[in-house]
Nanobody
Framework: QVQLVESGGGLVQAGDSLILSCAVS????????VGWFRQAPGKEREFAAR????????YYTGSVKGRFTISRDNAKNAVYLQMSSLKPEDTAIYYC??????????????WGQGTQVTVSS
């Protein structure tokens, strides 16, 4: 029912900034908690950041905390991931995800198709 479409990925150099966007449709956006996961080549998918249904609470994995900022705009049915001070280790496919819940679970029910972020040194 709920559909998510990511955009904004690309090739950047270490130290650069990038903003990822996720458009959400098919449901009442304000009823869903959303977040971002990422998967590097040959690695398992890992959690990166999440934001609560009301947008009042955020949480980040240790490797991105202080460099990434997640936000949402309920009027635009969109979630964003602002990425700064990018490192080669941030290279991965980034996925937007959502749950019909107050906060995102470790295994979200809804996923986007992913967008590639490549950081060169």
């Amino acid at each position: 029912q709920v559909q998510l479409v990511e955009s904004g990925g690309g090739l950047v150099q270490a130290g650069d900034s990038l903003i990822l966007s996720c458009a959400v449709s098919g449901g009442t956006f304000s009823n869903y908690a959303v977040g971002w996961f990422r998967q590097a080549p040959g690695k398992e998918r890992e959690f990166a950041a999440r934001i609560s249904r009301g947008g009042t609470s955020t949480y980040y994995t240790g490797s991105v905390k202080g460099r990434f900022t997640i936000s949402r705009d309920n009027a635009k049915n969109a979630v964003y991931l602002q990425m700064s001070s990018l490192k080669p280790e941030d290279t991965a496919i980034y996925y937007c995800a959502a749950d019909f819940a107050l906060v995102l679970t470790p295994t979200p029910a809804y996923w986007g198709q992913g967008t590639q972020v490549t950081v060169s040194s």
